[in-house]
Structures are given as structure tokens and as C-alpha cells.
């Protein structure tokens, strides 16, 4: 599959909802949490594939505002999960020269985690490959409410008539702020749903959804998920002259 694959025509940004690891777990009579155990191997593998196909950034959805309502023991134990992977994994991440940062409502997560997320952003801050994106505590309704009243602050503050505000006022204060616009959006598990996931910045992405649940999610699936996008025609709302 990889010698199928254009290098002149990745997608720049990708952004995956990581969905099915439950249901992987409940297949093997396991509890919940070990689907997510075995999820975060598919993370490896995805972050390695993508660094070596020279991906400008991925986007993963680990942790939604709506996902507090799940079970006490299994939001404990992805906490848990987290930091283990923030510890674990960031000498790989960044010798990778991969730059990790956290998009969400990172305040309302616990301070020990805030701690090793700021750990994990400065220590990779300089460097220039992947960047890896991790949705935590994240909602996409949320975050354009958010970066509205940013930007309609400082349009205030600089005094500009409001008929110049535009779409290019938010997007420079969505959690995005700097990176590619996504091109291709994986669902895993076969769910035909965005879940509050990226609303502003899935405009014109290309979706991929199938039906392998997250935990089996490899190198090859994401190999088929870019084959796939490499077959579309993109016109953003145009259409072709030829």
C-alpha cells in the first residue's frame, strides 16, 4: 500500500476520533479500560507512521468535555493512562522531533496533569516535524465560542468598524492557530458522526470512516484511510473547468 501512496498528495493535517475501544474490550470480556490500553499502542503506531510519511500535524480526539459523564473508574483510569503516556512517550516524541501540544479546556483537567502537559510542550516547543495534537477535555462548540470572544475583544480594542471582522479574526484564536487546515478526518468504528469534534476546521475535510475499532487501527489502516483521500476530488465548492 505505501508504494501506492503520492507523496506529492498527503493530506497535512489529519484528525482521527479514536472510537471503538470499549467495544473492543467488551468483544474479549475485558473491562473498558483495556481497550483503551491497547488504543494507546494504535497511537504509537499511528504518530510513527505519520512522522515518517512527513505529516505537517495530527489531531487526536483523546478526551471530550461530554466524556466526564462516562464511569468514575473509567475516566480515573484515563487520566491514569495519560499521564503514564505523557512520561513514557515524550523522550520518543521528541527525539522523533515531533512537538506536542494540548488543545482544550486544559484548566479543568487535574494540576498534575497540567504540569506534565507543560512539561511535554516546552521540552518539544522547538521542534519542526509532526506536530501532534492531543483534544483534551475539547469541544468544538465550545472552542468557537471561546475563540469569538478573543477575537471580538481584541477587534474591540483595536478599534476597527465591525464590518471588517471576518473568518479570519477567529481562526487566529481557535486552538489550531498556525496549522494546516485538516484534510482528512478518520472515524474509526463506523459511527457517522463528528461528535463536537473539530466543527470550525472540518469545513471542507475529506471524511474517512470505517469500521475497525480504534484498538486495531494500524499503519495499514491509516495507509487505506490516505488511498482513499488520494481518490477524491476536492473542489472546495467549485467546480472543474477540464
Known amino acids: 500500500m505505501l508504494a501506492q501512496i503520492d507523496s506529492a498528495r498527503l493530506p497535512r493535517h489529519i484528525a482521527i476520533i479514536m472510537d471503538g475501544n470499549g467495544r473492543w474490550a467488551k468483544k474479549r470480556g475485558k473491562p473498558r479500560i483495556f481497550g483503551h490500553r491497547e488504543g494507546a499502542e494504535s497511537v504509537r503506531s499511528i504518530l510513527d507512521t505519520c512522522a515518517r510519511l512527513e505529516i505537517k500535524a495530527v489531531t487526536l480526539y483523546a478526551f471530550s468535555t461530554e466524556n466526564w459523564k462516562r464511569p468514575k473508574d473509567e475516566v480515573s483510569g484515563l487520566m491514569q ?12 516524541v521528541h527525539k522523533n522531533n515531533i512537538r506536542f501540544q494540548a488543545i482544550g479546556k486544559i484548566e479543568g483537567l487535574d494540576e498534575d496533569i497540567q504540569k506534565r502537559i507543560a512539561e511535554a510542550e516546552k521540552k518539544t516547543a522547538e521542534n519542526t516535524g509532526t506536530v501532534l495534537n492531543v483534544a483534551l477535555n475539547y469541544g468544538g462548540r465550545s472552542e468557537i465560542v471561546e475563540a469569538c470572544r478573543k477575537a471580538f475583544k481584541n477587534f474591540c480594542s483595536n478599534g476597527r468598524p465591525i464590518e471588517e471582522f471576518d473568518e479570519k479574526d477567529i481562526e487566529e484564536n481557535l486552538y489550531t492557530k498556525g496549522l494546516p487546515e485538516v484534510d482528512l478526518m478518520i472515524r474509526t468504528s463506523g ?50 473547468t477540464s
Do not use: C
Open 191 to 240: 459511527e457517522m458522526r463528528i461528535s463536537n469534534f473539530l466543527l470550525w476546521q472540518l469545513a471542507y475535510s475529506e471524511i474517512y470512516v470505517t469500521e475497525t475499532l480504534f484498538p486495531d487501527f494500524r499503519r495499514g489502516e491509516i495507509f487505506k484511510a490516505i488511498l482513499e483521500f488520494q481518490k477524491r476530488d476536492r473542489r472546495f465548492g467549485g467546480v472543474k
Open 81 to 92: 493512562m495519560l499521564k503514564l503516556y505523557l512520561k513514557k512517550e515524550l523522550n520518543t
